[in-house]
């Protein structure tokens, strides 16, 4: 992995950008449309590595599509012909590149095929725990095994078959366990319930209503019905509100800064990070105007001003999880403390996140405590320039480019910065675009 990004300060963020579109929901589409009775145009896809390994794997298993407006690599309009459920056996194995997205939600639906198939990654996805995947599927009745280096890694073997339906109770507040089990659910008879121990992104259960797959979710529990038809339909994803984390950030922490999101994302259970910026003190106006496939998009409007340091509530926690390292910069630059716990699972995404902030906030002169499960940030310092390293994790790569946007002396390299390309692959053209206002 090599190329960097190179960033002096800047006196304010201001201008207009539309981030492309969301990760989580790009996979999604990409999983749904495939097993549909139908063809279905999907538009404003993110056309980065993560989604096209999935739409790749899709491909694999017998799924055409067509790019309507794109490139191969990075398509961002186009039809997916579903296949009414009736996936084909892989002639090799999946690749998954870097993402646990893809590797995950892939798993729930192969779990529930007549067919073997091995789902591999990169290094750091062949690092990452896929047992809490496991676990659930394999009482459902699939069988699995994992080959990699570390125990319980991919590459994961997975020996497909009839499911029996379960009720789950899911010991983290994971996202891709729980869709894993609904999307194996669909394939089960009778009632499949996930049981989460706290709310965490629904696009899941969101997606499955709005293809037809009725899924009924009362509080924590999570139920879909097995035998559902999944009903082709058009779909428009909404920009990545956790790519546009790094600008709403950049532009809250500085006084004078005027900002203008549009077409983002608006899931309540992504937008935790707008909460906890406006208890810091920013100055934030988010305006639903499309709420499509029950997903909310709209405009985010930010106005810069000198923020104040927030203990962050252990129940936002799940629905801010991504943004918890730009959150940290905010932190630095805040008066007074930043407090971030309850995240020990920041410590198995990409990288271990809590080391990685930590590590690259200190080079840049910030004091911080790291624990277990987060941090305290003595927050009221400038940062400096200073040579940082991604380690190989996009958010990290991004969150550290806006914090040397942010110092107050010195520039800042972060090596590394390839892996930028897996979840925001024009992040280098805005980044110039708002260089240069
Ligand atoms: C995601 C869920 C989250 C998140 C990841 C995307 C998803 O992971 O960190 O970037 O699309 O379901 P967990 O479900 O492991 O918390």
């Known amino acids: 992995m090599s190329e960097s990004i190179k960033v002096s300060p800047l006196k304010k963020i201001s201008g207009e950008l539309a981030v492309p579109g969301d990760k989580s929901i790009s996979h999604r589409a990409a999983i749904l449309a495939g097993l549909s009775d139908g063809p279905c145009f999907v538009e404003n896809f993110l056309p980065s590595e993560d989604c096209v390994n999935t739409l790749r794997a899709m491909g ?61 990654g990169d290094e750091s996805l062949s690092s990452r725990p896929m047992g809490r995947i496991i676990t659930p599927l394999a009482e459902m009745g699939a069988q699995f095994e994992t080959k990699g280096k570390k125990p319980g890694c991919a590459p994961l073997h997975i020996t497909g078959g009839t499911l029996s339906p379960i009720t789950y109770e899911m010991p983290m507040a994971s996202a891709q366990v729980k869709s894993a089990v609904l999307l194996a659910g ?18 899941t259960e969101r997606m499955l209503n709005s293809f037809g797959v009725k899924v009924r979710t009362e509080g924590n529990t999570i139920s879909v019905y097995g035998g559902q038809k999944v009903r082709a339909r058009d779909l428009v994803v909404p920009g990545d ?25 608006l899931n309540p259970t992504r937008t935790a990070l707008l909460d906890v910026l406006v208890r810091m003190g920013a100055l934030i106006k988010d305006h ?65 996140r809590i080391e990685t902030t930590t590590e690259n906030l200190r080079l840049m002169g910030a004091d911080v405590h ?55 692959p024009n992040f280098s053209e805005h980044l110039k675009e708002i260089s240069q206002r």
Not at 70 to 76: M, Q, S
Not at 191 to 203: E, F, L, M, W
Not at 293 to 311: D, F, H, P, S, Y
Request: hydrophobic share 40%; glycine share 10%; with cysteine.
């Open 60 to 120: 694999q298993l017998g799924i055409r599509y067509e790019i309507e407006n794109g490139t191969e690599d990075h398509p961002i309009n186009l039809t997916i012909h579903g296949c009414h459920g009736q996936l084909e056996a892989p002639k090799k194995e999946l690749d998954c590149g870097n993402s646990g997205t893809g590797m995950r939600l892939l798993a729930g639906v192969l779990a529930a095929q007549e067919f073997d198939s091995v789902l591999i």
């Open 186 to 203: 669909m394939f089960a008879p009778d009632k499949t319930t996930v049981i989460q121990p706290a709310i965490n992104r629904d696009h």
């Open 241 to 265: 509100i956790s790519s546009a984390a790094f600008w709403i950030v950049a532009a809250a922490c500085v006084p004078g800064s005027r900002l203008l999101m549009t077409n983002v994302g």
């Open 288 to 352: 639903v105007h499309h709420n499509d496939g029950g997903e909310a998009r709209g405009n985010i409007e930010v106005i810069g001003r000198q923020l104040k340091g927030t203990e962050i509530k252990p129940e936002e926690i799940p629905n801010l999880i991504d943004e918890v390292p730009i959150l940290a910069v905010a932190g630095a630059l805040a008066e007074g403390r930043m407090t971030i716990r309850n995240a020990a699972e920041l410590r198995v995404k990409e990288t271990d």
């Open 370 to 424: 790291e624990f277990e499960d987060g941090m305290i940030i003595e927050g009221g310092q400038n940062l400096k320039g200073a040579p940082l390293d991604s380690f190989g994790d996009h958010r990290i790569a991004m969150a550290f480019t806006i914090a040397g946007l942010l110092a107050k002396e010195g520039s800042t390299t972060i090596a590394n910065t390839a892996c930028v390309a897996t979840s925001y």
